[in-house]
């Protein structure tokens, strides 16, 4: 299955989380089959998500969809987006 990662900056990570809770249909919807959130130990507001989507293509429809274009709670500056391929998957 293709990968998302996504790197944000958020104003308030507190705030940002539920609306990001709240868009789980949409992402749905778009394709996206699960999303972990990390945030830097360091840095409360650096926001890491990895998500899992049906294929590249709606990975790709979906960062360049119109409702990442919206006021996203506090997202500061441009999401980094990034399609990784899974190489290897090792059990420790």
Known sequence: MPFMLVHNKV???GKWMPFFDRNESVRKAGGSKSAQVFQSIEDPTDVFILFEWD???SARKFSSSDELKKDQAGV?????????????KNKA
């Open 11 to 13: 104003r308030d990570f």
């Open 55 to 57: 294929s590249a293509e």
């Open 76 to 88: 500061i500056g441009n999401p980094h987006m990034h399609l990784p391929k899974e190489v290897q």
